[in-house]
């Protein structure tokens, strides 16, 4: 069965490389844009559930424009999906930094007195054009302390301590930003900034990410544990974190309590314990 999140078709539009594979009106080559925006949802439908969210920068390749919203795929991980149009533009340079420390504001001039434009979350993508003292400067105008930015060229080691950066950021269903994110956004997020491929959901993560484990391997950093609907990053052989509805934020949780819990409550056992 086709998975829509990964089908670059809709019935009246498809990716031309499909033409063969899928019914559609027309196929097309997608054109290249970026997010204009802070932040904005990728939607199942036009009007439909939010499945994740995109940052400022990152790439969405779009087949078709229609009714204020465009049909594209994410770059980062081939999630197809509607975007409001007016949160798109083709005319939009590749970046050369992202934003690097869970949040940071867009100054209007390189002071930080000066009026913010915008507050921008970890991952933002942004091209450097200048610097002013304590500041970058961006394509766009902005002023952005140094210390926030990081090359896009230059990876995280260590998807945990990227993770735990998030602590205490709110619960929030398909959520892919500091304001809010989903255990699934944490793991990808995490992973991303160290430049290893991730897929944006969880059952797609048990699917894709790492190598099954016999049962009773102690946990080790960096492992992945994943139940129905959910997953979490080991910290420590003893302690995990993850973003989750129990404490509707991303926290740290003694895996075996976590695991009691979480079996208690109706949600399973662990499905699968898996090394990266």
Known sequence: ?????????????????????????????????????????????????R???????????????????????AIRDGYVGYVPAAALSADVPDPTHIV?????HAYS???????????????????????????FETAQGWFLPKPHLRPANAPFADPVTV??????????????????????ALVQMAH????RPCPGDSDQQARDL?????????????DLLFWKGHVALVVDPEVMIHANAHTMSVAYERIPEAIARIEAQGDGPVTAHKRP
């Open 163 to 184: 993770a735990q950066m998030f602590f205490g950021a709110p619960y929030l269903w398909g959520g892919n930003s500091i304001w809010g994110l989903d255990c699934s």
């Open 192 to 195: 991303l900034a160290c430049h």
């Open 210 to 222: 790492g190598n099954a484990l016999p049962e009773g391997t102690p946990p080790a950093r960096g």
């Open 100 to 104: 690097a420390v869970p949040a940071s």
């Open 109 to 135: 001039a390189p002071n930080l007195k000066s009026p913010e434009i915008c507050a921008l979350s970890f991952g933002a993508r942004l091209r450097v054009v200048s610097a002013s003292g304590a500041f």
């Open 51 to 73: 499945d994740r969210q995109l940052v400022l920068g990152e790439g969405v390749e779009v087949l078709e424009f229609r009714e204020g919203h465009a049909f594209g795929r």
């Open 1 to 49: 069965m086709t998975d829509r999140r990964n089908s670059f078709a809709n019935g009246r539009v498809a990716a031309a490389d499909l033409r063969g594979q899928v019914t559609a009106d027309q196929f097309v080559d997608p054109v290249m844009h970026r997010v204009t925006l802070p932040l904005t949802d990728l939607r199942a439908a036009p009007d439909g559930a």
